[in-house]
């Protein structure tokens, strides 16, 4: 009998390696940590990890070697994660101080709504072309074609609950009193420094190839 408990525990710690790992992902829920402040953030967080039922469907039907094997849908992927992510790179970089008074009574820019949070958090990791690299060699290398399809997907889903804790977590952390008050009076460089490191990953997933 497959022993599917062994299996459970190589994809999930793949995918606590992966997730704990610097990248667009964590990027971008600091960012509305600091921001919009920890509802926003919980929301993008959320959006994050439902992204990753995205890469799971696609690496079950197959569609994901499909996507890997092909120069022109894998540079289409590449292409549009890298001018999304450079979006929020260039919305970042623009940002402009806030009020003296504005610090002072320690607002908040005009909070984004819910959906628009989720919708954030998701193209984040939708459009990431290393993520779907990672999901397409995970259910190739770890994940045995004899073990049922709704076992694969139970995987799925403790990946997105898991990336949707743990992101909710940074977001806690990064939504301390202690922690926005320094941000708000420096805010404005924060993002400018985060919109540089978005940029960053814009290039280097342009960049990206399959190996």
């Known amino acids: 009998m497959h022993d599917y408990w062994l ?22 829920v600091l960012k509305q940590s ?8 919980i929301w993008t ?18 569609l994901g070697l499909l996507i890997r094997s092909s120069v022109l849908w894998f540079g289409i992927v590449k292409y549009a994660g890298a001018v999304y992510i450079a979006w929020l790179g260039v919305q970042a970089l623009r940002t402009q101080p806030r009020a003296p008074t504005a610090v002072n009574r320690g607002t908040a820019p005009v909070l984004p709504k819910p959906h628009g949070a ?43 609950l898991a990336t949707m804790a ?33 940029l960053a990953f814009a290039l280097s997933l342009a960049l990206a190839s399959v190996r």
């Open 166 to 198: 743990w992101f909710s977590f940074v977001s806690v952390v990064f939504t301390r009193e202690d922690v926005r008050a320094r941000f708000l009076r420096h805010g404005h460089w924060i993002d400018r420094a985060l919109g540089v490191v978005f």
């Open 7 to 28: 299996e459970f525990s190589k994809v999930a710690l793949a995918h606590l390696l992966a997730v704990a790992s610097p990248g667009p992902d964590f990027a971008i």
């Open 34 to 41: 600091l921001t919009h402040g920890r509802r926003t953030a």
């Open 118 to 160: 989720f919708a954030t958090g998701f193209l984040t990791n939708a459009l990431n072309p290393k993520a779907t690299l990672f999901f397409i060699s995970l259910f190739v290398l770890i994940v045995s074609p004899q073990t049922p399809k709704l076992i694969q997907a139970g995987y799925g889903v403790w990946m997105s």
């Open 45 to 62: 967080s959320l959006g994050v990890g439902t992204a990753i039922l995205l890469h799971v469907t696609y690496s079950l039907l197959g």
